[in-house]
């Protein structure tokens, strides 16, 4: 269980705050220390003609691959009833790219950009933690998609799985701030640790 804040709550805050909804999380995650060198999917992300092209794809100005050694490249894997609540990210931008779809669920819904640097707008966040589905955006993800979406201010989530297929997705992150890290908090829960392996990441050549 946890909040779409990806935080410990605030519980100074009232009952009905957004910051104090929970909702079911289940996922499993191979983390970004625990893929080889040689791996296809590490590959594609610390390839630079795809980092250029999703920069340009932003226009955003710069962006830099995340900096941590468990999130800043994931695959996230999904089984029977595992599914992923309202949440946003911890960092600017995700790159998903769908593997393997599930027989039924696996769905990415999204509402662009909820909330800003400038305003929560914590009213229509929990409006569509509620039920709410104006401006939700349900996409499916079809092997081969390659989705780009600004985690940070976009609540999004993925509705259950079922079918005995699992939903297999690789989540690559960046950032407009070079250096960022996730908290020790989602670290924990969903790597089980806060400190990678012994081997650190070998950059890939970028070429």
Known sequence: MGT??????DFTLPDDHPRLAWGHYA???VAYDQFPADS??????????????????????????????FGALNLAVMGDDDEL????DQTDFVVSLAIQAPVRG?????????RSVDDERYDAVAAVLAGE???????????????????RHSLHRVSPIAGGVARYVGLLAYDTV?????????????????????????????S
């Open 27 to 29: 996922v499993g995650a």
């Open 85 to 88: 609540q309202w949440h946003f």
């Open 178 to 206: 070079p250096g960022t890290m996730g908290s020790d908090l989602l670290a924990e829960s969903r790597y089980g640790r806060t400190v990678p392996y012994d081997s650190p990441p070998v950059a890939w050549p970028a």
């Open 40 to 69: 296809r999917l590490r590959r594609i992300y610390e390839w630079e003609p795809l980092r250029r092209l999703v920069e340009d794809v932003l226009d955003r100005g710069p962006i830099y691959r995340y900096a941590d050694p």
């Open 4 to 9: 779409a804040y990806l935080e410990v709550p």
């Open 106 to 114: 696996g769905d990415f819904e999204v509402v662009p950009r909820i």
């Open 133 to 151: 589905r104006a401006g939700v955006v349900t996409l499916p993800m079809v092997p081969g998609t390659l989705l780009v979406f600004e985690g």
